[in-house]
């Protein structure tokens, strides 16, 4: 149990309006979760403090060599106004994958989960509540020695700040065009494709970028070695229905494990809908929709939760999906998931957490 100082905003912010469009990202609560640690001392000083810049010497090693990791999870509003979470402890043991790969020290799953809780409590009044809406939540780790030489740091900080955030899709579901990216890849086996870090981000921009040129709204990545077999979406695991199976990339080692992906696999599981993670290759995809057994394709993550694709462009083909619209087993993992999400469905699976 983290002993949690709490320091009150003295200067609140106006609150963005109810029924108005909602930025992704832009807008801050009026606090933050902070805590440090050092080698030898271990974490240290949990607080919650009003919402702001952070100073850091510019030698500070986050700046030159990248040893940070992130989440990303959401706080969402339930019918009657209580603040409920998704799965945190699923976050906090995803946080810990990604700190040993980046020699960033263990946290406590339970400390994660509480900072994340003593933060969005103090804020709950920033949880939107129009449809769709919900309160993102960063949690993130910087390393902050002062120092030019490439080695782990030997002190870090642990922030957890809000966002307030509008509805993935402004006017519902919506599909999207997703371009198979067959010449820059993200990650490769042995390397952090697995984690949650800055630096997978940092090398995906200029694939993403030639994408948006053309109009798509995200990457399909393909694996790092034979550029063969399908990996995920920029920010999202990626499924598809082929002939009557839910099928998925295996989690290999270059494939962030998605807590929306293990989600719908549970569920799959649980209400008997034939699934599979395995390994699937472009040309299997591409060989099923030339057969007609392409059924559906949707991506599924925090962020839009699951985002069916309507088109998909590789090399000079541009194969459309079914009729190009939203599949009925897409929109029906959408309303479940979303629905526990919000208190709106049973929570079957314990997955939703009050706050
Ligand atoms: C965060 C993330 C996902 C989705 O994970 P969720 O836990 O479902 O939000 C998928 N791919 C990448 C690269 C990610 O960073």
Known sequence: ???????????????????????????????????????????????????????????????????EMFEGLKAYRGENGEAYLFRPDMNAKRANNSNRRLCIPYLPEEDFVQAVKAVVDIDRDWIPSDEGTSLYIRPFIIATDEFLGVAPSHNYLFLVILSPSGAYYKNGLEPVGIWIEDEYVRAVRGGMGFAKTGGNYACSLAAQEKAHEDGYSQVLWLDGVERKYIEEVGAMNIFFKIDGKVVTPMLNGSILPGITRDSVLTYCRKKGVPCEERRISVDELIEAQKNGKLEEVFGSGTAAVISPVGKLRYKDEVFTIGDGGIGPFSKSLYDFITGVQTGKVADEFGWRVKV
């Open 1 to 67: 149990m983290l002993n949690i100082r709490i320091e009150r905003n003295p200067n609140p912010k106006a609150k963005p309006e109810a029924g108005k469009p909602l930025p992704f990202g832009q807008i801050f609560t009026d606090h933050m979760f902070v805590m440090n640690y050092t080698e030898g001392k271990g974490w240290y000083d949990p607080r919650v403090v009003p919402y702001g810049p952070i100073t850091l010497d510019p030698s500070a090693m986050v700046f030159h060599y990248g040893q």
